[in-house]
């Protein structure tokens, strides 16, 4: 008797999950896309793939983990607004209580495109820029969520955490690397453009 009464348990618990989550793929797909259209945001535009669709999950998995039922959330006043909040707190998430997952947030390989960091820096140069970012910004900002938030309102970086990105880089790299790096993208350039200039 105990065992039927056990499954039976088991079974209404089953159900009355199942019942309780009314979220469709489609509904789940409406949030992402909210999501996406944020993608203009520091805090999102450099993400690589694999993170950025970790974030899309954190946001999608805690709203409807809030608002069980989609219709409550839908017809929520401010739904953008708590989808924000929600994208903020993932983010506060990702890149960590000590901004450790930093390199996550400003890549490397996209530092240089940006001109910031030349190509070729050894490990140990990459690793003294990010700890010395690392340091500026929790100068700048006191908790991960605060720095995030600032990412997060305009779509360009901050101009005290770009003259921060300068400042590290001018610390990590020595006036020859700089000028080995131009050198190289010089040379890159010019090699790239003969063949053009051979076909007139």
């Known amino acids: 008797m105990k065992k039927i009464i056990l499954a039976l348990s088991a079974i209404a618990l089953v159900v ?9 793929d489609k ?3 409406e949030v992402r896309k909210v999501v996406r259209d ?3 945001r520091s805090a999102i535009r450099h993400m690589e793939a694999k993170n950025y669709t970790n974030l899309e999950e954190c946001v999608v998995t805690t709203i409807e983990e809030t608002y069980p039922d989609y219709n409550r959330f839908d017809k929520l006043t401010g739904k953008t607004d ?12 990702t890149i960590g209580p000590n901004y450790e997952n930093l390199p996550l947030l400003f890549p490397y390989d996209q530092l240089q495109q940006a001109g910031i960091l ?6 140990d ?28 309102d305009e779509p360009g970086v901050p101009t005290e955490v770009a003259d921060a990105m300068q400042q590290c880089a001018s610390m990590v790299v020595s006036p020859a690397d700089q000028a080995k790096a131009d050198a ?17």
């Not at 708590?82 to 998430?93: E, P």
């Not at 690793?127 to 340091?135: I, P």
């Not at 190289?184 to 007139?200: F, H, L, R």
């Open 82 to 93: 708590t989808v924000d909040a929600v994208i903020v707190d993932c983010l506060g998430f």
């Open 118 to 123: 030349p190509a070729g820096l050894s490990n």
């Open 125 to 152: 140069q990459v690793k003294s820029f990010y700890g010395c970012l690392t340091g500026k910004i929790k100068e700048l900002y006191r908790t991960p969520d605060l720095f995030t938030i600032a990412l997060f």
């Open 16 to 24: 009355s999950c199942s019942q309780s989550r009314k979220w469709t």
């Open 27 to 29: 509904e789940r797909d």
């Open 38 to 40: 944020r993608h203009d």
């Open 184 to 200: 190289k993208a010089k040379a890159k350039a010019d090699a790239n453009s003969a063949p053009a200039q051979n076909g007139k």
